[in-house]
Each structure stands twice: as structure tokens, then as C-alpha cells.
């Protein structure tokens, strides 16, 4: 089955800072790469995916980048701020059946960001 | 609209007593269903999955159960609880694009 590894586990920035999560994946038939953040004590949400057929995708201050060949994917958050603290998971999924995907979470990663 | 519903938000509970968590969909058919656990304040591990009334696949060997009676509901039960059962409850739905999360359930055994 899929193993997804996540480094940092913490992570601290000062505001304004730029922050990078690293996840790498083991199983090649994965296509689906969502990050997660989790604020204390909330549930996880989604704030950006990617699909492997794209190399990378932005959303304002968030970007994730894939490199399919390597295996690894990575989530980019430019102009830190201190809302931007939480928790963050990474996560893969092969071809799914029907209409839902299953998951494989990373660790997950405690930012902290620094005013 | 599409929605979950997960309940109770907190929940103290004596060693050695039941337990019972739901999670409802709204909006959908046929849903899959995971229950996860969150201890010490930050991996998710996969308790239980669904992917149907009835159908159940268990991913670690614990103290907990899960049954889904309907389509749209998914519970967790234990008959007697442990002190590690302690922590935080998720329960999601998978989708196309990934998972929804319901709210958690914060689990304190005593």
C-alpha cells in the first residue's frame, strides 16, 4: 500500500517568511496530492491539491509543486502570517473507485509562524 | 447541500464505560465513511473505513467497533472503555476531491 513520509514534524518562521513541507509517496499509481490544515483543537480542511498531471498550482500565498519522477510533492506558503500557524498534512491517493478517493495521510507538520 | 454531522463535540467518559459516536451525511448517496483517531495532538490514524451498509474494514486491531446501520451513518462504539482511548474523534467523508471532515469528537477517558 502507499506510504507518504512528511519533514519537517515542526517548523518555525518569522512573519513575513517563507515556509516549505516536503512529503514524499511511495506507490506510483498515486495521482491525487491534497494538503490539509488543521487549526488547534478544528478539523482538518482542504487549502489546495494537485493532480499529477500538473507540475504545480498556486493559490495566492499557497503553492504545492510535484515531481512525479522523484516522488515527492511539497506545499509553499509565501508572506507568513501568524493565522497561517496550525498543523498541515499532506496526503496521496491512487485512482480511486466511483465517485471518492482513499487517503494516505502524512505525519503532519506544526507550523509556527513568529510575529 | 452536502454536510456532516458529527456528535457529541466533547465527551468524558469513566474507564470502563460505553461508548458511542455518530456521524451523519447529508446530500449524498452511498458515501464512504472513515473514522479516524488523533492522539497526542497530530497524526490520523485510520480506525475504520465504510464503503457501504453493513460493510466494514477495521485497519487496527483495538478496543473500538464500528457498524453502519444506514447509508448515510457511520458510528463508533466500544463497550468499555480504556484510558487509551483518550483523544480527538474524526470522523470523513470521501469525495472525488479528497476527504470532509466532520467536527471531532474530543474524548477524555478518566
Known amino acids: 500500500g502507499e506510504n507518504v513520509e512528511q519533514h519537517p514534524s515542526t517548523l518555525s518562521v518569522q512573519e513575513g517568511d517563507s515556509a516549505v513541507i516536503k512529503c514524499t509517496y511511495s506507490?506510483?499509481?498515486?495521482?491525487?496530492f491534497p494538503w490539509y490544515k488543521q487549526e488547534l483543537g478544528k478539523r482538518p480542511q482542504l487549502i489546495i491539491d494537485?493532480?499529477?498531471?500538473?507540475g504545480e498550482k498556486k493559490d495566492q500565498r499557497i503553492a504545492v509543486t510535484l515531481n512525479k519522477t522523484a516522488k515527492h510533492f511539497s506545499l509553499h506558503i509565501t508572506e507568513t502570517q501568524p493565522e497561517d500557524s496550525a498543523v498541515y498534512f499532506c496526503?496521496?491517493?491512487?485512482?480511486?473507485?466511483?465517485?471518492?478517493?482513499?487517503?494516505?495521510f502524512g505525519s503532519g507538520t506544526q507550523l509556527t509562524v513568529l510575529p | 447541500s452536502q454536510t456532516i454531522h458529527q456528535w457529541p463535540a466533547t465527551l468524558v467518559q469513566p474507564v470502563g464505560s460505553p461508548l458511542s459516536l455518530e456521524c451523519t451525511v447529508e446530500?449524498?448517496?452511498?458515501?464512504?465513511l472513515y473514522w479516524y483517531r488523533q492522539a497526542a495532538g497530530r497524526g490520523l490514524q485510520l480506525l475504520f473505513y465504510s464503503v457501504g451498509i453493513g460493510q466494514i474494514s477495521s485497519e487496527v486491531p483495538q478496543n473500538l467497533s464500528a457498524s453502519r446501520p444506514q447509508d448515510r451513518q457511520f458510528i463508533l462504539s466500544s463497550k468499555k472503555l480504556l484510558l487509551s482511548d483518550s483523544g480527538f474523534y474524526l470522523c470523513a467523508w470521501g469525495r472525488l476531491r479528497g476527504y470532509t471532515f466532520g467536527s471531532g469528537t474530543r474524548l477524555t477517558v478518566v
Open positions: 494537485i493532480r499529477s498531471n500538473v
Open positions: 446530500g449524498t448517496s452511498n458515501p464512504n
Open positions: 496526503a496521496a491517493s491512487p485512482l480511486g473507485s466511483g465517485s471518492a478517493r482513499q487517503l494516505t
Open positions: 506507490d506510483s499509481a498515486s495521482n491525487y
